[in-house]
């Protein structure tokens, strides 16, 4: 594997991490000594780490790590690809479907890169705009290609559980390069992932 995937959690990171965790449990008036949350500041801790990750990674490195020359010339799309990052007004999930397309320029891309890529970027403290570009923006500056599209659709849980509480809104963002800005091609491909 030519690009750090997460492996281990930071000891120390955890161990500050967790001694936080266990003041907020507290604070919020939690009795950070019973059996079931004996664990929880350790495991908060982790699941942060897991859930930002993508500081720790490299995206121009994942795509470089499977590009390939070939002449073909057609759109290509990976759509529903699951989406699952952090506001970072809240710190609450927001989770959906990104759909991805590009029109190659010499070189394609290993599949797969696609969403690993989507995951860098996501598993950060985020919102849905800059995640939308960050993607857009990094095929499009890597891979060169004849064009790159990206739109995401999510629902944020910061609207859902809190604040202005409406359980049925999502929210689209979307982002086009090069042989995207015309009409044509966005509509084809707007059709193609049934928009
Ligand atoms: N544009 C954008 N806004 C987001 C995203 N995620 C959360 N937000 C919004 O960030 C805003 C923060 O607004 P504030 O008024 O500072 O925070 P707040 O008082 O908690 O606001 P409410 O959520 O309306 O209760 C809210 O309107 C959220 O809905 C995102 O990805 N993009
Ligand atoms: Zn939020």
Same mark, same amino acid.
């Given at each position: 594997?030519?690009? $750090?995937?997460?492996?281990?959690? +930071?000891? $120390?990171?955890?161990?500050?991490?967790?001694?936080?965790?266990?003041?907020?449990? #507290?604070?919020?008036?939690?009795?950070?000594?019973?059996?079931?949350?004996?664990?929880?500041?350790?495991?908060?801790?982790?699941?942060?780490?897991?859930?930002?990750?993508?500081?720790?990674? #490299?995206?121009?490195? %994942?795509?470089?790590?499977? =590009?390939? $020359?070939?002449?073909? +010339?057609? =759109?290509?799309? /990976? $759509?529903? %690809?699951? /989406?699952?990052?952090? @506001?970072?007004?809240?710190?609450?999930?927001?989770?959906?479907?990104?759909?991805?397309?590009?029109?190659? +320029?010499?070189?394609?891309?290993?599949?797969?890169?696609?969403?690993?890529? /989507? #995951?860098?970027?996501?598993?950060?403290?985020?919102?849905?705009?800059?995640?939308?570009? !960050?993607?857009?923006? @990094?095929?499009?500056?890597?891979?060169?290609? !004849?064009?790159?599209?990206?739109?995401?659709?999510?629902?944020?849980? @910061?609207?859902? =559980?809190?604040?202005?509480?409406?359980?049925?809104?999502?929210?689209?963002?979307?982002?086009?390069?090069? !042989?995207?800005?015309?009409?044509?091609?966005?509509?084809?491909?707007?059709?193609?992932?049934?928009?």
């Amino acid at each position: 594997m030519a690009y $750090k995937q997460f492996e281990e959690y +930071n000891i $120390k990171v955890t161990e500050d991490v967790k001694d936080r965790y266990k003041d907020i449990i #507290d604070e919020l008036g939690e009795d950070t000594q019973r059996e079931g949350l004996i664990k929880t500041p350790e495991r908060a801790a982790k699941a942060m780490q897991f859930l930002t990750q993508g500081y720790d990674q #490299d995206p121009v490195e %994942i795509l470089k790590g499977a =590009m390939f $020359k070939e002449s073909y +010339n057609e =759109m290509v799309i /990976v $759509k529903d %690809i699951e /989406v699952y990052s952090l @506001c970072e007004h809240h710190i609450l999930p927001f989770f959906g479907k990104a759909h991805i397309a590009y029109i190659p +320029n010499g070189h394609i891309v290993g599949l797969s890169k696609l969403p690993r890529i /989507v #995951d860098v970027f996501a598993r950060r403290l985020q919102v849905q705009e800059r995640l939308t570009e !960050q993607v857009l923006d @990094c095929i499009n500056d890597t891979l060169k290609p !004849q064009g790159v599209a990206v739109v995401i659709e999510a629902s944020h849980m @910061c609207m859902m =559980m809190r604040g202005v509480q409406k359980q049925n809104s999502t929210t689209t963002t979307s982002g086009f390069r090069g !042989q995207f800005e015309k009409i044509e091609t966005r509509n084809e491909f707007l059709k193609l992932i049934g928009k």
